[in-house]
């Protein structure tokens, strides 16, 4: 499959010959959305996340699916759906953040946003974002609440950890935005930058902090997105890797880290992961695995420092 590019809106109207964008009542052309989904062996899932895009039925949407190579059932998806999808690309990259940086520098929208390929975008979403941003000029980045679901795509329970308002201290010790439904406008990616490809675990939390200096927050009281929590996500089998991660991010924008932050998102992953599967893996493991991780912790404090700028 090559790589496609439909440079015009899904929905538009043809009758007489020109391409013409859908207008709100108030005359002015509806911006313009560009969602990137990173892909690498989702296959399972990634069907329902592309459908939870298209079925939003939003009339300038710009699509990018950027997959690392799968060698599932992923590419088998993508070329059902490729007539759909603005922008098909299969080329070997060097991680999420990288295949998110690659596929933002050709994004042409002014509102911008990922959904991984295993999460969800609730039904209206878009037409929600664009309403906030519309009703609060001054607001650079809007996110809004979202479920956790299970692998068969069942709501577990609300994501809890998002805040109305929180300041910048609250935000570089702890991650309070759920990011599939975070979208933000093309000029705070400018200024704030790419994602930091140096971290695996925690770039969108990073990439958060330095926009939050940069730009207004506001929040959305609705739910926008779904969080899919599987054995073999990312964040939660990550374990001590992602945790000495989250330190180092909490350490280079000048916070304190104590071990304490571990013991608290392990027991957040954990109890989601006890409503999930019944059993508590996740944080036998981190304990059990803790006294061998002494040393290198210990290594992080002496080389970093528990406090840095």
């Known amino acids: 499959m090559t790589e496609r590019q439909d440079t015009q809106p899904w929905n538009h109207n043809t009758s007489s010959g020109l391409d013409v964008v859908e207008k709100p009542p108030n005359g002015n052309a509806i911006p313009r959305i560009?969602?990137?989904?990173?892909?690498l062996n989702q296959g399972r899932y990634i069907e329902?996340?592309?459908?939870?895009?298209?079925?939003?039925?939003?009339?300038?949407?710009?699509?990018i699916v950027y997959d690392g190579g799968s060698?599932?059932?992923?590419?088998?998806?993508?070329?059902?759906?490729?007539?759909?999808?603005?922008?098909?690309?299969?080329?070997?990259?060097?991680?999420?953040?990288?295949?998110?940086?690659?596929?933002?520098?050709?994004?042409?929208?002014d509102i911008l946003a990922w959904l991984n390929a295993d999460d969800l975008y609730l039904p209206g979403t878009l037409h929600a974002i664009v309403e906030a941003?519309?009703?609060?000029?001054q607001a650079g980045l809007i996110y809004g609440e979202g479920w956790y679901i299970d692998e068969a795509g069942v709501?577990?329970?609300?994501?809890?950890?998002?805040?109305?308002?929180?300041?910048?201290?609250?935000?570089?010790?702890?991650?309070?935005i759920l990011q599939p439904a975070a979208f933000w406008q093309r000029s705070v990616w400018e200024q704030t930058g790419s994602l930091d490809t140096s971290l695996r675990w925690v770039f969108d939390w990073e990439w958060f902090i330095r926009a939050h200096e940069r730009t207004t927050f506001h929040y959305l009281p609705r739910a926008l997105a779904c969080y899919?929590?599987?054995?073999?996500?990312?964040?939660?089998t990550g374990g001590l890797a992602r945790q000495l991660e989250h330190g180092r991010v909490t350490r280079?924008?000048?916070?304190?880290?104590?071990?304490?932050?571990?013991?608290?998102?392990?027991?957040?992953?954990?109890?989601?992961?006890?409503?999930?599967?019944?059993?508590?893996?996740?944080?036998?493991?981190?304990?059990?695995?803790?006294?061998?991780?002494?040393?290198?912790?210990?290594a992080e404090w002496l080389l970093h420092g528990m406090y840095m700028r």
């Not at 941003?133 to 000029?137: G, S």
């Not at 329970?157 to 991650?175: A, G, I, Q, S």
């Not at 899919?228 to 939660?236: C, E, G, K």
């Open 34 to 39: 560009t969602v990137v989904t990173p892909s």
């Open 48 to 63: 329902a996340a592309i459908r939870s895009v298209l079925d939003q039925n939003y009339p300038n949407l710009e699509y």
């Open 71 to 109: 060698t599932d059932e992923t590419i088998d998806v993508l070329r059902r759906y490729e007539h759909r999808i603005s922008r098909v690309i299969i080329k070997p990259d060097d991680g999420a953040a990288d295949a998110l940086n690659k596929a933002f520098a050709i994004a042409t929208g």
């Open 133 to 137: 941003f519309a009703a609060n000029p």
């Open 155 to 176: 709501r577990i329970e609300p994501c809890r950890f998002v805040r109305r308002t929180f300041n910048r201290r609250y935000l570089v010790n702890k991650d309070t």
């Open 228 to 236: 899919r929590v599987q054995p073999q996500a990312l964040t939660r």
């Open 252 to 298: 280079r924008y000048g916070a304190w880290w104590h071990p304490n932050h571990m013991v608290q998102q392990t027991r957040r992953w954990d109890a989601v992961g006890r409503r999930l599967t019944g059993n508590r893996s996740s944080l036998w493991a981190t304990i059990i695995r803790l006294p061998f991780s002494l040393p290198r912790l210990a």
